[in-house]
């Protein structure tokens, strides 16, 4: 079996100013901070001896691993995002980085959500992928408008309760 895997499909290049900050910080602490520690700490496992049976000496090298993908990744996808940092002309309308407010239809729950950039999406915060199927049915909808999203759960229509855009 080839270690061969498709491409994944392409994300949309767009990030908030607050995203893009947080990735440009992400990348300067695993170059500046966290690749030296581990960089040091591999030279001292490897001073040890054998190798082969060096736990201490696998596991930094397979840290160091993931920090140069992270690196490299990084490197790679900051270049190409835009930074949206302004909102629309049509603050009534939701559009990339807008904070809404939903109600779901069948069970009366409302939902807050924002529409970020597939680089920052965080459940917790509420933040979701302008690539993601929610965010996309809600692309251009207004207050009181009413919409159905074909979520992993099933089809479930939404009415839009309010539309915010932070200020920058």
């Known amino acids: 079996m080839s270690r061969w895997r498709p491409p994944g499909e392409k994300s949309t290049a767009l990030i908030t100013r607050e995203g893009h900050d947080r990735l440009k910080a992400e990348l300067d602490d695993l170059w ?32 160091l691993g993931e920090i140069d993908r ?8 900051l270049p190409a995002l835009r930074v949206v940092d302004s909102a629309p002309s049509d603050r009534e309308a939701v559009f990339f980085g807008a904070q809404v407010e939903l109600e779901n239809l069948a069970s009366g729950d409302l939902l807050h ?3 970020v950039g597939p680089d920052e999406t965080d459940a917790a915060r509420g933040y ?25 759960a099933g089809p479930t229509r939404f009415a839009v309760v309010a539309v915010e855009y932070p200020s920058a």
């Not at 979701?128 to 992993?152: C, G, V």
């Open 113 to 115: 959500y924002r529409i």
């Open 32 to 63: 500046r901070v966290r690749r030296p520690e581990v960089v040091k700490a591999l030279a001292a496992a490897a001073a040890e001896g054998d190798r082969s049976e060096n736990a201490e000496y696998t596991y930094r090298k397979k840290q």
């Open 128 to 152: 979701i992928s302008i690539d993601s199927p929610l965010a996309r049915a809600l692309l251009k909808k207004r207050i009181d408008d009413e919409f159905a999203a074909d979520l992993p």
């Open 70 to 77: 992270r690196v490299r990744y990084l490197s790679k996808r």
